[in-house]
């Protein structure tokens, strides 16, 4: 099994830019497509987006396609959300998790294995 673990989250500026990092350990992140998904206070967790173990073909949601972008790197065991643009709306703890299906895991219920998250805040 895989263990997750993010980093890289802070508080930003509307309009700024921000990497975080989600670095697996236990198993590579090859066999696994990786996700990301983000909660606000008082809000259901919600799918970002995800990178597929095939082809590293990409998925976004509506509310980040052409600000945010996420990518991989399985030498390092480590994913990426890199977040440009950003929003007072983006405030959220962003989580990164793992999934054994291949496409369209969009669902908290496709991932198996979650990280503990780190908070983005994005002042106005």
């Known amino acids: 099994q895989v263990q997750l673990a993010e980093s890289g989250g802070g508080l930003v500026q509307t309009g700024s830019s921000l990497s975080v990092s989600c670095a697996a350990s236990?198993?590579?992140?090859?066999?696994?497509?990786m996700g990301w998904f983000r909660q606000a206070p008082g809000k259901e967790r919600e799918f970002v987006g995800y990178?597929?173990?095939?082809?590293?073909?990409?998925k976004l949601s509506d509310s980040v396609k052409g600000r945010f972008t996420i990518s991989r790197d399985n030498a390092k065991n480590t994913v990426y959300l890199q977040m440009n643009a950003l929003k007072p709306e983006d405030t959220a703890g962003y989580y990164c998790?793992?999934?054994?299906?291949?496409?369209?895991?969009?669902?908290?219920?496709?991932?198996?294995?979650w990280g503990q998250g780190t908070q983005v805040t994005v002042s106005s």
């Open positions: 990178n597929s173990k095939i082809g590293g073909i990409t």
């Open positions: 998790a793992a999934s054994n299906i291949v496409l369209n895991a969009v669902r908290r219920e496709d991932y198996a294995y």
């Open positions: 236990g198993r590579s992140i090859s066999t696994y497509t």
